[in-house]
């Protein structure tokens, strides 16, 4: 799915609303204002987002001495942009040479399985060689659930019994990388919430196994958030991202909200480049994050 069509929800759920604003007051005054906000922090924009953008738009306006709200449109998703671009940069880290190690993190459910399964076939079309790690040890039926993407992709799947140390899956998975001349390895974790600290003992350690077998690596961690739990999926980064070392974000299930909003929310409160947006359930409703592609497809 392109965003054009993966963004069908927001589009009717936000930017809709937006455009008929737009064109119901027409006047730029303070109710203008006001209802975008409204909108805006409905789509999960996020309040603080919300506020500095309000008055970035109020600056504009001054500035180019608008008064027909349709003229903001263009201003408005402008801003976005910016918003969504930061600093960092949004495309996925490769190593030079030797195997790309990416590691994923995050809760269950949000999607990880799905998109390990999804950004395999993706490297795979391109080419590369591709191998799992089944690092998630501890859930019941993850090994398996990695092996269902791994026949439907193609890729093989380096594994050990459930219950079993992760970081020494790692080091098998690395092992393997290396001897086959892999492009890219993908790593699963645990991602249950409990018991947090063990959690993250245990990437710590998956941590310095990877990278004491191959310098640089991993070349990504990347958290994997459920776009559909708006503002809990932002609480969840924080409290999950502060300590393990994330690089980069992966918004999941865009398909699924009309509150896409989340997606500047996130990307502002936590400064961390989204690299990967999931825009559906099959194999090739994975995007690379464009901030521009992203907004163009909303407001287009
Ligand atoms: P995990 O527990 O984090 O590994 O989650 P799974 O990969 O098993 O995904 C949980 C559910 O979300 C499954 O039913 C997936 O098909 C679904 N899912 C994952 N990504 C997307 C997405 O981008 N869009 C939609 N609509 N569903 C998704």
Redesign the pocket.
């Known amino acids: 799915k392109q965003f054009k069509d993966g963004l069908e929800k927001t589009r009717k759920g936000f930017v809709e609303h937006v455009s008929n604003l737009m064109v119901r007051r027409r006047k730029i005054d303070e109710e203008f204002y006001e209802e975008l906000e409204e909108i805006l922090i409905g789509a999960d924009v996020g309040v603080n987002t919300v506020m500095g953008l309000i008055d970035e738009l109020r600056a504009e306006v001054k500035k180019r001495r608008l008064s027909d709200a349709s003229e903001l449109r263009p201003v408005l998703s402008e801003k976005l942009v910016e918003l969504l671009r930061g600093e960092q940069d949004n495309s996925l880290n490769m190593s030079q040479e030797g195997p790309t190690v990416i590691l994923f993190v ?10 390990i ?1 999804k950004l395999a076939h993706k490297f795979k079309s391109e080419g590369k060689k591709v191998l799992l790690a089944a690092g998630d040890t501890f ?1 019941a039926g ?1 090994i398996e ?1 990695l092996e269902v993407w791994g026949t439907r992709t193609g890729v093989e799947v380096i594994k050990q019994s459930p219950g079993s140390d992760p970081a020494a899956v790692m080091y098998d998975a690395v092992q393997a990388a290396k001897q086959r001349n892999a492009d890219i390895l993908i790593c699963d974790t645990a ?1 249950r919430l409990q018991n947090k600290s063990n959690l993250m003992d245990e990437l710590n350690k998956i941590f310095r196994v990877i990278q004491r077998e191959i310098p640089g690596a991993p070349h990504e961690v990347l958290m ?1 958030l ?1 776009a559909t739990t708006g503002q809990n999926a932002l609480s969840q980064a924080k409290l999950f991202g502060e300590k393990s070392g994330v690089t980069g974000l992966v918004l ?5 909200t009309a509150k896409g909003g989340i997606v500047v929310a996130i990307r502002q409160e936590l400064n961390i480049p989204v690299k990967l ?5 099959k194999m090739e ?2 995007q690379e994050f464009d901030s521009e592609q992203f907004v163009h497809a909303l407001f287009a």
């Open positions: 995050g809760v269950n459910g949000v999607g990880k399985t799905t998109t399964g859930r993850a659930q991602g994997v459920d999941t299930k865009l398909d699924g947006v999931g825009l559906g359930e409703d994975l």
